[in-house]
């Protein structure tokens, strides 16, 4: 494969053998984290701990990941993958449509009190989440949702971030002009959504699911308070489970932390090219 650069003169430029270093230092750097995962979950409680650490991998790899998929969270891992895909996807659908529909409001639409409403909607990001932790935690119980996943999807279906970020991109790459002629065609305001908005909104919808889909998938924090004591776990709680106990067994955690990461590589590599692509058009409206 050849790596090439693109002039604004429409000319190309071959890459020296400088950038390919560098890219391969910064793959070797991207990869090691997960390669010496697996080397951790390959190895034993003694090995994985001794020094100088092992890089090679060991014999109790499938060992480890039966008793992860057997033992983790109480019902195994297979449940807390599914709890898992079902939090973060509903999580990340709802994120996506509830931020495209209000980011194309506050950037293309015109009513009374917009400008107000988009800054206390900026202004919410400035709030740490750890604040809103208690008040959240006593609700739940008041609706009867303590330890129910519906208690890690309801409050997380829109963010202020998925809004901002709709709306900056929705102002530089939807035209009022088209919005008019949809208009003069007759076309009411569900059939702009969902003719024009939508299409055009399709790359900065894929950069935010992806965004949203990852946190949602390594949030930690809120559900180990709100599952606490849930047989019904997620897998950052059912990994968390694996640490209990009299001594810490490194090996299988890390063996834990192994399937837990596979779903999201497998949702880059199929998606990972509107991603990218989305990202490359944000960059350059931007």
Not at 11 to 20: D, E, N, Q
Not at 64 to 84: F, K, P, T
Not at 121 to 133: G, K
Not at 198 to 206: D, G, K, N
Request: charged share 10%; hydrophobic share 55%.
């Amino acid at each position: 494969m050849v790596l090439r650069r693109t002039t604004g003169a429409g000319r190309t430029h071959h890459a020296g053998p400088l950038s390919y270093a560098v890219l391969v230092v910064a793959a070797l750097v991207s990869l090691f984290p997960l390669y010496w995962t697996l080397v951790a979950a390959s190895t034993d409680a003694h090995r994985v701990v001794s020094s100088p650490p092992p890089l090679v991998p060991g014999a109790n790899l499938f060992k480890n990941l039966c008793y992860v998929w057997q033992n983790a969270g109480g019902r195994g891992m297979g449940v807390a993958l599914l709890n898992s895909t079902l939090v973060a996807g509903s999580v990340t659908l709802g994120t996506v449509v509830f931020s495209v529909l209000a980011g194309f409001a506050f950037a293309k639409l015109r009513f009374a009190g917009r400008g107000l409403l988009m800054g206390l909607v900026v202004a919410t990001l400035a709030v740490p989440a750890q604040l809103s932790v208690v008040p959240l935690f006593i609700l739940m119980k008041q609706l009867g949702w303590g330890n129910h996943l519906q208690a890690l999807i309801m409050p997380t279906l829109v963010t202020a971030f998925g809004v901002f970020f709709m709306r900056q991109y929705l102002v530089q790459a939807l035209p009022t002009e088209l919005l008019e002629a949809a208009r003069s065609d007759g076309a009411n305001s569900l059939r702009v959504v969902w003719h024009v908005v939508l299409p055009i909104a399709r790359p900065a919808m894929a950069v935010l699911g992806m965004l949203t889909f990852v946190q949602s998938w390594n949030d930690f924090l809120w559900p180990i308070i709100a599952m606490n004591g849930s047989t019904n776990p997620t897998v950052q709680v059912a990994l968390a489970g694996l640490g209990t106990g009299w001594s810490t067994d490194w090996s299988v955690i890390m063996a834990g932390a192994l399937i837990g990461t596979l779903p999201l590589l497998l949702v880059f590599v199929l998606f990972g090219r509107q991603i990218v692509g989305g990202i490359t058009q944000g960059a350059v409206k931007g």
